[in-house]
């Protein structure tokens, strides 16, 4: 079995704490720091689009401990004197019972797309005065090692595939078919083991573990909506953190028409999805790994979203 380091939360954590209608939002400090974005080919199910590995510089920001939960998106949703550019459904989550005796509230919200999730973000800021807003690519890589210092690429020197280390287990994360024996898929990465496909989410902070940040759910769950354009490959991507986009700034991009990049036949664009779900593979829950199966207008069971913020109080 493969060596992996267990963290335990602990009560205390760098950060805030932010309220919204008595639900807490928990905002963890990230250091800055440079590390090595992407996979090296050697890596168990990498791809060619998590090349060329490459460095990058991050400034601190803040990001939640956990995916936003059907509460939080609820007590934002429902405000409609906070509305930006759109309505947002209150409860648009598919998994709506408890489990296991928790709250079904404390489920990670899925069935969001990419725009609602910046209109979360935009009322988020409006009600708080901070600026929150969906992580750059870079920002949730960064945040999902925990690491701040790069690699010697000449050298061959490597990350562990996941915060814990060499694999992942059941026991660590929710993820999918790992007990399947009717699909082909592998259910288990490395020298880790099959367990228990629960195919559902889980409550945020389920397994009680987090990652040496302090960040809990940055392997499976939910996919996390990132704010950058789907590019094939990180052939000159930026190494300052920030999100890639083409033509536009993060912060005004509020509608697909503004989005020029990542266009397929249906004339809808693409963002970066991170982290993983509970219905993927191990594979896909690698901390290298991205994605661009689901359109910026899509609402999927499978996707969720993490909020940053990047400044203080602006009032």
């Not at 004197?81 to 019972?97: A, C, G, I, T």
């Amino acid at each position: 079995m493969a060596k992996l380091t267990i963290k335990l939360p602990k009560q205390s954590f760098r950060g805030y704490r932010e309220y919204i209608d008595g639900i807490p939002l928990e905002m963890v400090l990230i250091p800055n720091g440079t590390f090595t974005m992407g996979a090296p080919e050697s890596e168990e199910g990498s791809r060619d689009n998590e090349r060329p590995q490459h460095h990058v510089t991050i400034s601190s920001f803040l990001i939640g401990r956990y995916p936003i939960t059907q509460a939080q998106w609820q007590a934002i949703a429902s405000r409609s004197e906070l509305k930006v550019n759109q309505d947002l459904d209150p409860d648009p989550s598919y998994f709506k019972q408890p489990y296991q005796g928790i709250d079904r509230w404390q489920r990670p919200v899925e069935q969001v797309n990419w725009y609602e999730a910046v209109e979360f973000c935009h009322r988020l800021s409006k009600l708080t005065g901070r600026n929150y807003r969906l992580p750059s690519e870079a920002q949730w890589e960064y945040a999902c090692r925990g690491v701040t210092e790069p690699l010697n690429l000449e050298a061959g020197a490597s990350y562990p595939p996941f915060h814990f280390g060499e694999t992942i287990t059941t026991d660590l994360a929710n993820y999918g078919w790992t007990d399947d024996k009717n699909v082909e898929w592998s259910g288990f990465h490395g020298r880790g083991q099959k367990g228990e496909y629960r195919e559902q989410t889980t409550p945020v902070g389920y397994f009680q573990v987090v990652n040496s940040f302090g960040l809990s759910d940055m392997h499976g769950n939910v996919w996390e909506w990132c704010a950058d354009d789907w590019h094939d490959n990180y052939k000159d991507a930026p190494t300052d953190g920030s999100a890639w986009i083409e033509d536009n700034e993060p912060e005004n991009i509020n509608d697909e028409n503004e989005s020029y990049s990542g266009e397929n036949e249906d004339n809808s664009s693409y963002s970066v999805l991170r982290g993983g779900s509970w219905g993927d593979i191990p594979d896909l829950c690698r901390s290298a790994n991205r994605i661009d199966i689901i359109t910026r207008d899509d609402r999927d069971p499978l996707c969720g979203v993490r909020v940053v913020c990047v400044s203080g109080r602006t009032g």
